[in-house]
Nanobody, 125 residues
């Protein structure tokens, strides 16, 4: 059974940092693109960051650029999201995801077919 399980979320004050982790089990994703998405309260899910299969290409939403960093460790079959200078508007459930096979990078949620269940991030002011 393929699973992506996010961890590292929690409550943090404005300006603080969190590091989300998402290890995968059941198969390897070393040839798949991976990404992070989030769903703020009462809003649609939105793109946060994506990374190519080998880590050579990354893209960020404008709202997080310069504050968040996506990375991956293929040996660990894990994707990470380092979040710094957090703002109240970063409050959301954060999801990691992997693209369909033979897709090595994407920023489109429709290309992601493997999803975790999410971890809550709350930034208090």
């Amino acid at each position: 059974q393929v699973q992506l399980v996010e961890s590292g979320g929690g409550l943090v004050q404005v300006g603080g940092s969190l590091r989300l982790s998402c290890p995968a089990s059941g198969r390897t994703f070393s040839t798949n693109g991976m990404g992070w998405f989030r769903q703020p309260p009462g809003k649609e899910r939105e793109f946060v960051a994506a990374i190519s299969y080998n880590g050579g290409l990354t893209t960020y939403a404008v709202s997080v650029r310069g504050r968040f960093t996506i990375s991956r460790g293929n040996a660990e079959n894990t994707v990470y999201l380092q979040m710094n200078s957090l703002k109240p508007e970063d409050t959301a459930v954060y999801f990691c995801a992997a693209t369909r096979d033979n897709n090595r990078y994407s920023i489109s949620s429709s290309e992601y077919v493997y999803w975790g269940r999410g971890t809550q991030v709350t930034v208090s002011s």
